[in-house]
């Protein structure tokens, strides 16, 4: 069955200091990645995603993250928070049958001025 | 235009009633599902529709019936509510069916979300 970890539930980072978002999954096959932000009272927009070749993927809003098979992990990282990208970050694995994706339990980024 | 649509966004009401939510997308995807968020933030899949078709249900009670009229609509049938159903209720679209292996036909466009408060 395939699960997603997400380790830290909040993280607090002041405004302009580096970002980084755990992200631990299993998944029996070739898995497909995604980080999703849900910014408050707001839908779910996806940020990045993972499919194959390059381990280092760009997303929108200056995020990147690292698919590292070895580690099961796939962290997102942005060099420079802005005050805008405090939000709920969720990191997905999929999909599965009826393109079910299995989220992770979300971390809340705060960021202080 | 806004891909995947939901209506309506805020939704409050009493226990015991019955309650719609509507979705609909302009993608021309074949595959739309609903997820629920819960009170903790956890996401996860109610639902899955292909051409109309129910591909998957999660265990949801039977009080919950969805419905899709076409393959651009996917609405959510609440009956006989209660106070754990209160929720955020995402409704999102892909273009095609997951066939055993990773695609990008597969990614899903989420819509605004629902949220349900049942008093």
């Known amino acids: 069955a395939q699960s997603v970890t997400q380790p830290d539930i909040h993280i607090t980072v002041s405004e302009g200091a580096s970002l980084e978002l755990r992200c631990n999954y299993s998944y029996g096959a070739t898995p497909y990645l995604f980080w999703y932000v849900q910014s408050p009272g707001q839908g779910l927009q996806l940020l990045l995603k993972y499919f194959s070749g390059d381990t280092l993927v760009q997303g929108i809003k200056g995020f990147e993250a690292e698919f590292k098979r070895s580690q099961s992990s796939f962290n997102l990282r942005k060099p420079s928070v802005h005050w805008s990208d405090a939000a709920e970050y969720f990191c997905?694995?999929?999909?599965?049958?009826?393109?079910?994706?299995?989220f992770g339990g979300g971390t809340r980024v705060l960021v202080k001025p | 235009d806004t891909a995947v649509s939901q209506t309506p966004k805020y939704l409050v009401t009493q226990m015991g009633n019955d309650k719609s939510i509507k979705c609909e997308q302009n993608l021309g995807h074949d595959t739309m599902y609903w997820y629920k968020q819960d009170s903790k933030k956890f996401l996860k899949i109610m639902f899955s529709?292909?051409?109309?078709?129910?591909?998957i249900n999660e265990t949801v009670p039977n009080r919950f019936s969805p419905k899709s009229p076409d393959k651009a609509h996917l609405n959510l049938h609440i009956n006989s509510l209660e106070l754990g159903d209160s929720a955020v209720y995402f409704c999102?679209?892909?273009?095609?069916?997951?066939?055993?292996?990773?695609?990008?036909?597969?990614?899903?466009?989420f819509g605004q979300g629902t949220r349900l408060t049942v008093v």
């Open positions: 529709y292909n051409n109309k078709e129910l591909i």
């Open positions: 997905a694995v999929g999909p599965a049958a009826g393109n079910k994706l299995t």
């Open positions: 999102a679209s892909s273009q095609d069916i997951w066939a055993g292996r990773p695609s990008t036909n597969t990614e899903a466009f």
